[in-house]
């Protein structure tokens, strides 16, 4: 009787980059694919081969070799090189919705190119898996699904296969790898060697297996095609007859699959569990000066540039798709697990650094270019410059602005389109050389100075769109005042005082909630590597608030700022704080800013980091205790507790990493109670945990990471991951992250749960910030400019803020339509909700994340009909 069948699948897995570099795999990648074609092509029995799941690795091949595009072509439409759908084998928790989207799709249309992709969400390595994939997956027509890491039987199966769902009720059927995808590398052709490895992997494979089709990967990282796999397969059937061993693809095994469906296990939720593989929760904090840039171009894109170009392009001008591909690709070669994870040598660093300052000034400059194009366009106002506001949130929102103007004047007035004169502030002015703002200026011989004014406002801005004010120089301004007021920062939903030790209390006026000790820091050891933290087996926890504080107050007329500084002395090392000596420092300079009118308490610290092998947190402690922590992942949210208890068994149970309840979020994390409670907004701050009333009797605080600093890639025995390292064991002095890092985030307190308080809604309006341009008659480049035919105000959509949030706002990558994302932030209710467009709709199409109809009911107009919890719903709108 046949024990099992044995699929062994030829591929390679192929980290771009880790501690080599891109050009010293590629060097192996060139030399890999010659062999890899050769014998596709001469060998009609060696039938497939995988090359990864990443689109990304051909790219990097075609740089080289691109008159081999053909025969790559050849080999893909025969069904024999399987290539996608992925552009790079992405992370799953570090990076956004829209960056998973944008990789699944970009590395759809590379593959379409040379045939197929595979059909497959292949994620072989990566840490965690998202409770959101089978929705994303299903938004491409992928219903099945291949990992590595993150399953353990708490999940409720101790299957290898099994059906996982989304909470929208999307469905892929699920083939974990229990060891791995490099069990079958380098198979050896004698008894002796295959029994010492597989008389132990197969047995293991056999009774996680519903099926009993076993999977046998004939592959590892950058490894060269195994030229004796068939004379292995016969020495295989050789050794253990009771079992068939065939070459196959993934395919073949998810058919098997499938056909047995109706006794598959159903599963929901994240797999984020490091009991029989590591899952390195805490790589969330690692090199936060590129997780925060990282974050900053994703919602840069996504929430500004995308968005201000469609508005553009209904206004009449061109949509850059090359443009913003080109930006978007330079980010995902970082979205790899090592990449993104930040657990690569301190060159790939550098170069992953790199590749973001270069995206980053795309997309900053390409903002800046469609301001430009819009306003350029509108109609001139005799002797006045321009300022227009965009809002990309798709409701009306009344704000208190911060900008700068340039004027070549030392007084000025501001007036709206109905020549209603504007209240402003000025906070700060200075001069500046002509030459700075078009050195054609100073060519010609005129050297009067600039004034630049960093002013404050307060207006309405229409729903996606802008409006308009214009500014007559050398005429007087109504300009604010300030008023006398006590050392706190107050406005209409709360009172902050600032206590002596640096830290705030905040009252709620709404909830009545009162907020303690809010900012103290936490300094404490870091004797991990760049894949996890450890706490030192000699923890010196040491805080903030125990130091010379100075504190001053500064009220604006439209808003307040708390400014704290201290020198926190900390020590210089491991041993240092082992022998609870002090000789290196931390220095922190905070800013609290509490606008008139405002929900967001925004918080800006700027730290100076002079001291290795330590973590930095800010403590955010509530009045309460919660047994849950709510936090946003893709399209959604996702509720966690407070505590882990196999906190209590780990080690006992044999897990290979302790299941630290140090968790991910993209853009806010919320505790509450009955009554409501407070959320923080990050724009990259990714990490956090909520040290809980066991620790702490009478509330909950939620701990955000800063930053943690070590300085080396993997090391063995931490306290919280014993054994082996993880990576290899090299210095990476870079990653102590020494000097200045600016880290920004906002508190929000609520009334009631977060979905009735619109918490997700808000945390995008944090990340949305509106922006602002300053039309002046010079610019250092020139452009040609058109029929002045764009409105001073302008609005493309509005929604109500209640019910679905935006995700993204884009024109369709092959026709002349818009495409609208939205989704349901809730976990347990449906919604319906609808949009309202400035232009008539022509059509008004359901697609999925693929850009393709989807076969249903037509929606009227603008609905966007019952939205199932955590699911995103995308349409197509044409005018």
Known sequence: MTTSRVHITPHMHWDREWYFTTEESRILLVNNMEEIMQRLENDPDYKYYVLDGQTAVLEDYFAIKPEHKQRVKSLVEAGRLIIGPWYSQTDTMQVSGESIVRNMMYGIRDCMEFGDAMKIGYLPDSFSMSSQLPMIYNGFGIDRAMFWRGCSERHGTNKTEFLWQSNDGSQVTSQVLPLGYAIGKYLPEDEAGLRARLDKYLPVLEKAS?????????????????DNIFEVMEKLREVYPDREFHMSRFEDVFEKIEAMSSELDTIKGEFNDGKYMRVHRSISSTRMDIKLIHAEIENKIVNILEPLASIAWTLGFEYHHGLIEKMWKESMKNHAHDSIGCCCSDKVHAEILNRYVLADDMATNL??????????????????????????????????????????????????????????????????????????????????????????????????????????????????????????????????????????????????????????????????????YSPSRHEWLLYSSDNTVETRVEHQALQSIAHIQTRMPVPLNLQERQDKVRSAYVDVQAQVVLKTDSRRIEVRIELDNQADDHRVRVLIPTPFISKTVVADNQFGCITRP??????????????????????????????????????????????????????????????????????????????????????????????QMRGKLVCEFSLNGFNGNHIEAKVMAAARDYVTPIHCYNKIPYNAMKLNVGKRSVPMSFSLLNKDAPGAVLSVLKKAEDEDALIIRVYNPSETHALHDDIRFSHSLSDWTATGLDEKPLEQEKQQAGSFGTIAPCQAKTFKAQF
Not at 210 to 226: C, S
Not at 673 to 696: C, H, P, W, Y
């Open 367 to 532: 903002i800046h270019f469609y301001k430009r194009k819009i306003v350029d366009h509108m109609p001139n106002r005799e002797g006045c410059d321009k300022l227009a506001m965009f809002n990309l949130s798709p409701y009306e929102r009344t704000e208190v602005i911060n900008t700068t103007i340039t004027i070549r004047a030392q007084e000025f007035s501001i007036v709206d389109e109905n020549d209603q004169t504007v209240d402003y502030f000025i906070s700060d002015k200075r001069e500046i050389d002509p030459g700075k703002v078009d050195r054609q200026i100073v060519h010609y011989g005129n050297y009067d100075p600039f004034m630049e004014f960093d002013i404050q406002i307060k207006q309405s801005v229409p729903a996606m769109g802008f409006k308009t004010l214009h500014i007559q120089a050398q005429a007087q301004g109504n300009l604010l005042t300030v008023e006398t007021k006590d050392d706190v920062l107050e406005n209409c939903f709360y009172r902050i005082d600032i206590n002596a030790n640096g830290t705030l209390n905040i009252h709620d006026k709404e909830s009545g909630h009162s907020y303690e000790q809010v900012l103290k820091l936490e300094e404490g050891s870091d004797d991990g590597d760049e894949y996890d």
């Open 642 to 735: 407070v505590d882990d208890a196999e906190m209590q068994n780990w080690e006992r149970d044999g897990w290979k990493e302790a299941p630290v309840p140090i968790y991910q979020l993209m853009n806010f994390a919320a505790l509450e109670n009955d009554i409501g409670g407070m959320a923080v907004f990050t724009n990259g701050l990714r990490e956090f945990e909520v040290i809980s009333s066991q620790k702490n009797q009478d509330k909950d605080t939620l701990a955000l990471t800063l930053f943690r600093s070590i300085g080396v890639l993997g090391k063995e025995e931490l306290l919280t991951r014993p054994g082996r390292p993880s990576g290899i064991k090299i210095p990476t002095p870079d990653s």
């Open 210 to 226: 519903v099926t009993k089709d076993i999977l046998l990967p004939n592959g590892h990282d950058q490894m060269p095609i195994q």
